[in-house]
């Protein structure tokens, strides 16, 4: 069946008007096609002139549809490490725990920890990602995305500094050999569905030279570059005395910035530097759940929003959090801002915004997803609101989806118009084989790294 009509549902479009109405929407090859009042039962179900076949229908009625949730910051090489580097500083969870944990990485670990992650995220509505995998076995990773369905932007970690571990660290030539290998395989496979974006760590963790053939590379391919910046004061003060320079401006002079460059977190940005990112259209992707476990800072989203900047909103790997969950870190995002600047600051549908258009945009992906209109790709979620957690059902829709709404409640996924979800069960894969492997594979690292 090539065309799918979800039937009955209230609609949150996410549109420029922001519209919520009650409509059927058509999907065919992958695309929406129709937002519109509902067909008769009988017209919708007769097989179509060009001979595809007939229509499915999706029985929506009672049921709330929106566009997939999306998180532009995940590290699904991190999601079996969850649980394994809990109540630690940023410096000492990455080295006590993360970098040796994926340096015991292998190809079946890597794809392993993909599809957990994969099938968590589709389950609890997010449809599409900006991934940073570890420094090897990334293609294993696009295996695990391109069979589970997923809508990924994903990258190997670039490590060429002398300061990394010898264990991740690389030299600047085969690191980026190997990027621009991998992007040359799965930038824009599976119809599109699968992109490659440049990750280097961050930029402590990386050569001036390796930082700025990345910005080449990217430009060349059509890339997003992924990292991560201004997560924490002690970031700041290594990049000031290597370089000289405060790191955002620093980024900037190596050519990470613009609506190309993805930056993770962006806590501790200053007014100007809240200003040269929106000036630079950079998108900054907000992560509040781990700001807050790893006790980085509160980012000033607010006050980015109003200089205009572009921001996203991502989980970060499974042990940062320790959920990937989008309705975590909605809500969160509306939360954290209040005791600093009022009950006023960034309210529900501001952070609707950010987990849907504000992704798709980081992903460079706003004229394809983030909204439900004509000519979009079709990654919707169908939510029961039914629970007694989001009652009364009048209230208003927004607010029970942002505040109240749990991945639970979570009915249907479709992914480039395909159900991948169906009735709160992923139909992309097997949850047990994943829940076995995976636990197997865990098992197998922690052992690896003695812990
Ligand atoms: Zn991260």
Redesign the pocket.
């Known amino acids: 069946m090539r065309s799918l009509l979800l039937k009955g549902a209230r609609v949150v479009t996410m549109d420029p008007q922001r519209r919520i109405v009650d409509a059927d929407v058509t999907v065919r090859d992958g695309r929406i096609v129709a937002v519109g009042r509902t067909l008769k039962d009988s017209a919708a179900r007769r097989p179509d002139p060009k001979g595809h076949g007939g229509t499915t229908v999706l029985d929506c009625k009672g049921l709330v549809l929106l566009p997939g949730l999306i998180q532009a910051?995940i590290?699904l090489c991190q999601t079996l490490f969850r649980g394994l580097a809990d109540d630690l500083a940023l410096e000492a969870w990455l080295a006590k725990r993360i970098w040796p944990l994926e340096a015991a990485h292998t190809e079946e670990s890597v794809y392993w920890s993909a599809m957990l992650g994969a099938a968590e995220l589709l389950l609890g509505g997010t449809t599409a990602i900006l991934d940073?995998e570890t420094v090897r076995h990334t293609g294993a990773a696009f295996e695990a995305l391109e069979s589970i369905g997923l809508r990924a932007t994903t990258g190997k970690c670039l490590m060429d500094a002398a300061s990394n571990p010898a264990s991740l660290r690389e030299p600047t030539e085969r690191a980026l050999q190997e990027s621009a290998d991998l992007c040359a395989k799965w930038h824009g496979a599976a119809d599109g569905r699968l992109r490659y974006c440049f990750a280097p760590r961050f930029a402590p963790s990386c050569t001036g030279p390796l930082l700025r053939a990345v910005s080449d590379l990217a430009a060349r391919a059509g890339a997003v570059i992924h990292t991560?910046a201004a997560e924490t004061p002690l970031e700041l003060q290594a990049v000031k005395q290597a370089t000289g320079n405060d790191e955002l401006s620093y980024l900037d002079s190596v050519g990470i910035s613009g609506p190309r460059a993805a930056l993770?977190?962006c806590v501790w940005v200053d007014k100007e530097g809240i200003a040269r990112l929106a000036r630079q259209g950079t998108n900054v992707v907000h992560?509040p759940s781990?700001n807050l476990k790893l006790g980085s800072g509160v980012a000033p989203i607010p006050e980015m929003l109003a200089a205009g900047c572009h921001v996203g909103l991502?989980a970060?790997?499974a042990p940062?959090n320790n959920r990937l969950d989008a309705f975590t870190e909605m809500r969160l995002a509306a939360l954290i801002q209040k005791p600093r600047l009022g009950p006023e600051a960034l309210p529900a549908a501001q952070a609707l915004e950010l987990a849907t258009l504000g992704g798709a945009r980081a992903l460079g992906l706003e004229a394809e997803i983030g909204s439900i209109e004509v000519g979009k790709r079709a990654d919707l979620v169908v939510l029961d609101l039914e629970g007694l957690h989001t009652q009364p059902a009048e209230a208003d829709l927004i607010s029970r989806i942002v505040y109240s709404a749990r991945a639970s409640d979570v009915r249907h996924v479709l992914v480039d118009g395909r159900v991948v979800v169906k009735d709160g069960v992923l139909k992309t894969a097997k949850v047990e084989e994943i829940h076995r492997a995976a636990n197997a594979q865990a098992r197998r690292l922690r052992r690896a790294v003695g812990i």
């Open positions: 910051h590290h940073m991560h993770a977190h992560c781990s991502g970060d790997g940062c």
